[in-house]
């Protein structure tokens, strides 16, 4: 299994930070794969195939650490080319909220 579940939405309250610059404050880490729950059940494949995806956003993918889970908020594709390529880690930066 890639990651620690597959999930359908933000199971956390509100955090505020809608936008890409809204997470800069945040320091990027390496998160195992197979410790994320992702807010999303499906990918897009052009997202996915584009060499051009992370052109306009962050580099770092966005997870969400609540009451000790890790939700995979925004990078789902970078996650999956990270498994893809046979790596258990990914960069992003992790946002606690209690």
Do not use: C, N
Not at 8 to 14: A, K, L, N, S, V
Not at 18 to 27: E, G, I, K, L, Y
């Amino acid at each position: 299994m890639i990651f620690k579940a597959v999930g359908d939405g933000r199971p956390y309250p509100e955090h505020g930070r809608s936008r890409t610059r809204d997470w800069v404050d945040v320091p990027p880490r390496q998160v195992r794969l197979d410790e994320l729950v992702t807010t999303k059940r499906t990918l897009d494949l052009d997202t996915l195939l584009a060499e051009d995806s992370t052109f306009y956003g962050d580099l770092f993918a966005h997870v969400v650490e609540y009451e000790g889970t890790m939700y995979l908020e925004d990078g789902l594709h970078r996650a999956v080319r990270a498994a893809l390529q046979q790596r258990p880690v990914l960069h992003a930066r992790v946002l606690t909220i209690r």
